[in-house]
C-alpha cells in the first residue's frame, strides 16, 4: 500500500512535544507513588488503624480503590476526547492530590475506604488523557520512546514508594507525614502545570469533525475486534501487575523474615528499575521495527510478554529473596516492553478522536480484574494457599495474552503515517 504524505513536525513542535512528556513526568511520578507506599507502610497503617482488622479487609480496601478507578476511567478518557486534555490532566493532579493530603488524617477503617474511592475518581482522569496527549504530539516515529518515557516516571514513583516502608518506621516522620507533603506538592505542582501545558493542535479535518457521543464512541470501539482482542491482551498481565505492586512487600517480608523497609525496597526498587531498560529498550525496539513492519509494535511487545510468562512462574517458587528479586528483574525487563506499547498499538486501530476513549476502557476492564485479583490474593493468603499456587494462576493468563495481541492487525489507513514519518527520518 502507497505511504500517505505526512509534513514532518516543525522544529518548535517537535520541541513542545518532548517537553509535554518532561511536564507530565512529576504527574505520572506523583499518580503511583500516591498508590505505592500505602502498599510499603501495610505494618504501620493496620497498626495504626486497628478497625483494618485483617488481610482480607486489607485486600478489599486495595480492590475498592481500583474498582472505582475502573469505573470512572472511560468517563475520564471521553472527557479528554471530547473536551480538553490539558484541563483534564491538571483537574486530576489537583483534586487527588488533595485526597492524598486527607489520606494522612483517616483514623478508622471507613475512612480509609472513603479516601481511597475518592482517589480512584480523582485518579481515572489522568493515564487516558496524558497518553493521548502524549501520542497526539508524538505521531510516530517517536510515539513509543515518548509514551516509554513517560511510564519511566510511574516506575519511579513506585521505587520511590517502595521506600515508604522506612518513612513510616521512623519516629520523627511516619505514615502520615508522608501523605501529607506527597498531596501538599501535587496541589502547588498543579498551578504551573496548568498556565504552561497545552494541547496538541489539530488538523483541519479533526477541529471541524462533529462531537462524538458516548453512544457512539462506544458503539465504534466496542464492535473493533482488534479493539476487544487489545483490551483482553492489556488485562491479562495486569492482574500480576497490581498483585506484584500491592502484594509484593508484605509477601516477601513475611516468607524471608526480613524487615518492613527492606522488603518495600526489595519488592519495587529492582524490577522498576529494569522497567525503565525495558521501557527505552522496548521504545526504542519498536520504533525501530515499524520501519520494515506494520506490526512492530506488536512483535515487540510480545516479546516483553515471552520475558513476563517465565518470571511470573518464577517468583512463585523462589526459595530465597536473592532469587525472588532475580526473576522480579525479569519480570520489569518484559513490563517495559508490553508498557510503552500499549498506546501505541492503540494508535494503530483507534482513531484519535477516540484515543483516550480506548484507554479509558482498557483500563477500566484491566483495573476491574486486577481489583478481584488483590482481594482473591488477600482471601487465598487468609486461607494458607501456596504461594506458587497463586502466581502459576497468574503465568497461565499471560501466556494466553501472547496469543491475543498477535492476532491484533493495525488499520492500514492509521499505519502508513507512522511509516511515512519515519522514512523522513
Known sequence: MPLLPTPTPTPSLARLAWLTVALLWPVALLNY????MLASMKSSVMADIPTILNESNWGFMLGQFKWVYALLSPVGGYVADRFSRRFTICGSLFVWSAVTWFTGRVTTYDELLLARSLMGISEAFYIPAALALIA???????????????????????????????????????????????????????????LVLRDAPKSVEAASAPKISPTRAATELLT????????????????????????????????????????????????????????????????RWMRSHDRGRTFTSALGMCLIIPAIFGVGNAGTLAVSVAFLILFGLGWGFFDCNNMPILCQIVRPELRATGYGIMNMVSISCGGLADWGVGAMRHRGVPLNVIFGVFASAAIVSVVLVLLIRPKPELVPRDKEELAAR
Open 33 to 36: 507513588l500516591d498508590r505505592q
Open 224 to 287: 473493533n475486534v482488534s479493539f476487544i482482542l487489545l483490551v483482553l491482551y492489556f488485562t491479562l498481565p495486569a492482574l500480576v501487575g497490581w498483585v506484584v505492586r500491592d502484594w509484593m512487600p508484605a509477601i516477601l517480608k513475611e516468607q524471608f523474615n526480613i524487615g518492613q523497609g527492606k522488603a518495600g525496597v526489595a519488592a519495587t526498587l529492582p524490577w522498576q528499575v529494569a522497567a525503565i531498560v525495558g521501557a527505552i529498550v522496548g521504545g526504542w525496539l519498536a520504533d
Open 136 to 194: 497526539d504530539y508524538h505521531t510516530g516515529h517517536t510515539r513509543s520512546r515518548a509514551v516509554g518515557l513517560h511510564q519511566m516516571a510511574i516506575y519511579c514513583g513506585v521505587i520511590t514508594g517502595g521506600f515508604g516502608g522506612y518513612v513510616a518506621d521512623d519516629p520523627s516522620l511516619g505514615w502520615r507525614v508522608a501523605f501529607t507533603m506527597c498531596g501538599v506538592f501535587g496541589m502547588l505542582y498543579a498551578v504551573p502545570l496548568l
